[in-house]
């Protein structure tokens, strides 16, 4: 099974600030890389997808790259409802698989 | 808009089974493949199972292997895990997403799409 490891595991921030997030694969993985972010009590949004692509409807602040076995998300001026805890999760080969996740607070 | 909600949720003991469904409305549920993730309390997501669009072909996680069955009724837009020989560490809330593409082949599935709608989830607590 493919493991997925991001860094850090929890980071305080600051409305204005850049804040980049990132996620190693155990293997490549090519660019079947997809970032999420969930806040309390809530279901996970889809961020990014293909480890560059953003979804439909998420803010331009929002940025991914990466491909073979390292990734970053990245959010170049932090808002107030950004403050989640954010997963990547590779498509590649089931068993698909999550990352622990970075859980992002003031 | 586009729906996705789960029930079947509750409390059954260690060994027990349980029967979770998806609804699927506003969009065309046939053509996509459909998983469930599950998230234990306090603890991150991990993905469970994925189900193709026509139902052929269907890939678990280790953890659930032999014991959840995922299925699909196309005609009733409707996604399902049939849970059995349940364990404390099956307690969770679970979430059914849909993900637009998916291949298959080889053993394995890959995507390169993520999911993109989830529903609220519901939540399964195995206890004595």
């Known amino acids: 099974d493919i493991q997925m490891t991001q860094s850090p595991f929890s980071l305080s921030a600051s409305v204005g600030d850049r804040v980049t997030i990132t996620c190693r694969a155990s293997?490549?993985?090519?660019?079947?890389l997809n970032w999420y972010q969930q806040k309390p009590g809530k279901a996970p949004k889809l961020l990014i997808y293909?480890?560059?692509i953003l979804q439909s409807g998420v803010p331009s602040r929002f940025s991914g790259s990466g491909s073979g076995t390292d990734f970053t998300l990245t959010i170049s001026s932090l808002q107030p409802e950004d403050f989640a805890t954010y997963y990547c999760?590779?498509?590649?080969?089931?068993?698909?698989?999550f990352g622990g996740g970075s859980k992002m607070d003031i | 808009q586009v729906q996705l909600v789960e029930s079947g949720g509750g409390v059954v003991r260690p060994g027990g089974s349980l029967r979770l469904s998806c609804a699927a409305s506003?969009?065309?549920?046939?053509?996509?493949?459909m998983h469930w993730v599950r998230q234990a309390p306090g603890k991150g997501l991990e993905w469970v199972a994925v189900?193709?669009?026509?139902?052929?072909?269907?890939f678990y996680a280790d953890s659930v292997k032999g014991r959840f069955t995922i299925s699909r009724d196309n005609s009733k837009n409707s996604l399902y895990l049939q849970m059995t020989s349940l364990r404390a560490e099956d307690t969770a809330v679970y979430y059914c997403?849909?993900?637009?593409?998916?291949?298959?082949?080889?053993?394995?599935?890959?995507?390169?799409?993520?999911?993109?709608?989830w529903g609220q989830g519901t939540t399964v607590t195995v206890s004595s």
């Open positions: 997403a849909k993900t637009p593409v998916l291949y298959c082949g080889g053993g394995r599935c890959y995507s390169d799409y993520g999911m993109d709608v």
């Open positions: 506003g969009f065309s549920f046939s053509t996509y493949a």
């Open positions: 189900i193709s669009s026509d139902g052929y072909d269907k």
């Open positions: 293997q490549s993985i090519s660019n079947y």
């Open positions: 293909a480890a560059s």
């Open positions: 999760q590779q498509s590649y080969s089931t068993p698909l698989t």
